[in-house]
T-cell receptor, first 115, second 114 residues
């Protein structure tokens, strides 16, 4: 089934540890995004990639890094996790940047708890 | 950057009544305004969207209106049902250097009481 796969589904992590959240899509979408969702704060953009080989910073990029080596994969890395990074992380994608490629498709989310 | 404000944060209605959720945005160049529904523990899913060259769009019980001059847009749900209970998010998508990046409102928790 076409879509976005995120892993892990849930993770508890000690502060200071490095963590990579994986995101893979099989829809050949050019643009991919990472959002974090905190209670009462909606979805906030962490990083994005408009096409393979390019990335950009969103609203809340500090403490996170991304890479886009190919079209399908867009991993999010926390180099040294802190408790404030406890959140639900959603990966999303859309076909491209043209006005006809508007709809965001979301993954199922990764719940991360940093102790 | 773009700023999106959403009201109310919570909304409780009786089954069969209408529900209205409003959003305002700051960047007059934004040109795409989607609405997402998120059920508990699930991913956000698009329910309706509108582009800046359209004033209103309907899909069965759901409608969205856009006022570009005032920079606000609203979601209208008629004949609400218990399965409409969820968190609803509005978003605005930018252009230029913000092309492709959607800014979300903080969400509205809608409860439909049977």
């Amino acid at each position: 089934i076409a879509g976005i796969t995120q892993a892990p589904t849930s993770q508890i992590l000690a502060a200071g540890r490095r963590m990579t959240l994986r995101c893979t899509q099989d829809m050949r979408h050019n643009a991919m995004y990472w959002y974090r969702q905190d209670l009462g704060l909606g979805l906030r953009l962490i990083h994005y990639s408009n096409t393979a080989g390019t990335t950009g910073k969103g609203e809340v990029p500090d403490g996170y890094s991304v890479s886009r080596a190919n079209t399908d994969d867009f991993p999010l890395t926390l180099a040294s996790a802190v408790p404030s990074q406890t959140s639900v992380y959603f990966c999303a994608s859309r076909p491209g940047l043209s006005s006809g490629a508007n709809v965001l498709t979301f993954g199922a989310g990764s719940r991360l708890t940093v102790l | 950057g773009e700023n999106v404000e959403q009201h109310p944060s919570t909304l409780s209605v009786q089954e069969g009544d209408s529900a209205v959720i409003k959003c305002t945005y700051s960047d007059s160049a934004s040109n795409y305004f989607p609405w997402y529904k998120q059920e508990l523990g699930k991913r956000p899913q698009l329910i309706i969207d509108i582009r800046s060259n359209v004033g209103e769009k309907k899909d069965q019980r759901i409608a969205v209106t856009l006022n570009k001059t005032a920079k606000h847009f609203s979601l209208h749900i008629t004949e609400t049902q218990p399965e409409d209970s969820a968190v609803y998010f509005c978003a605005a998508r930018g252009v230029g250097t913000n092309a492709g990046k959607s800014t979300f409102g903080d969400g509205t928790t809608l409860t439909v009481k049977p």
